[in-house]
Structures are given as C-alpha cells and as structure tokens.
C-alpha cells in the first residue's frame, strides 16, 4: 500500500472520530492531504459531527476545494439523501470554490427539480456562472425536464424559481 493510500486511509479514520480536536485536525489536513475520495467523510465529517468548528473549518475547506474530480462526487451526493438538510450548501460549494460543473447540466436539473427553494437557488448560480452555455439538444432536454416537473410542484416560489431556471437555461445556448 502506498503512502498516500495509506495517508488517505488514515485521514478517512480521523474523519470519522468522536474526538472533536481529531476530526477538526484532520479536516484541516483534507485542504493539503485531500483527494475526490475523501469528499464523503470530509461531508459527513462537516455535517454530521456535531461539532461546531467542524461545521466551520469543513466549510472553509468545500469552499475552497481546487481538484474538479470533486464535481461527480459532490453531485452524486447531491442526488442522494444523505445529506438532505445540507444540500443548499454542498450545492454552494460547487460554485464557491470555482469548480467546473459545465458537462453536468442534466443532473444539476434534476437535482434541481427535487430540492428545496434555496439548493434551486444555488444550483441556479452554478448554472448561470458556466460562461461557455450548453448544446441546443441539451438546453431543450433540461428545459423539458423541469417543465414535466412543473405540473407536480404545489410550493409557488420553487415554481417561479425554476421557471425562472427554464428561461435562463434558454438563454445560455451555445452556437
């Protein structure tokens, strides 16, 4: 096993400590030490502590995440139930930290059209601060996406919140 597996490993154990300096500690490491495959426990680790500083060190560090592999495993845990309550931040993360999400429009619809009002807001930023647009046929499927969905929603504000991502996402086609 190689050093940085080993490293990662023991980072993923300290992550998941009762030990509020250890997990805090080891979410600092996360910023110099840290890979795609750690996001989970860094997640859980940020979440789910309990702890405080926690909460504001992982935050700190989602933020700031620099390695674009992080996209497809954020995403997936914004499909997820997990980390439900969280998601409107996780989603924040995306955008915060300058990760390029531009191949992944549909799966950001479709987290959008399950989300609470503030994760559309959020997915929204992520979608509008994608500067190269979308292919014709994807902005088509997304739009067709959200109004199919449209018809299910009963809370006014997510309607005309995602309404108003239909008419962005229009916007945003490429040539």
């Known amino acids: ?18 030990d509020k300096g250890v997990v805090v500690r080891a979410i600092k ?13 860094l997640l859980r680790a940020t979440f789910k502590s ?15 995440i620099k390695d674009n592999g992080a996209v497809d495993v954020l995403l997936d845990v914004l499909k997820g139930d997990e980390f439900i309550a969280f998601k409107s931040e996780i989603a924040a993360s995306i955008w915060e930290a300058g990760l ?27 979608i509008e601060n994608i500067e190269t647009g979308f292919p014709f046929d994807e902005v088509t499927e997304a739009s067709l ?20 991502l239909a008419s962005t996402l229009n916007s945003m086609v490429s040539d």
């Open 145 to 164: 996406i959200i109004s199919e969905h449209l018809h299910e929603v009963e809370d006014e504000s997510r309607i005309a919140l995602l309404s108003s």
């Open 29 to 41: 490491e996360v910023a110099e030490h840290g890979s795609p495959a750690i996001i989970n426990h």
């Open 1 to 18: 096993m190689s050093v940085d597996n080993k490293k990662l490993l023991a980072l993923q154990k300290d992550l998941t400590s009762s």
């Open 100 to 126: 390029n999400a531009e191949d992944r429009l549909i799966d950001l619809v479709e987290i959008a059209i399950t989300s609470d009002y503030m994760t559309i807001v959020e997915v929204t930023t992520i």
């Open 50 to 64: 309990g702890f405080q500083e926690a909460l504001v060190e992982g935050k700190k560090i989602l933020f700031n």
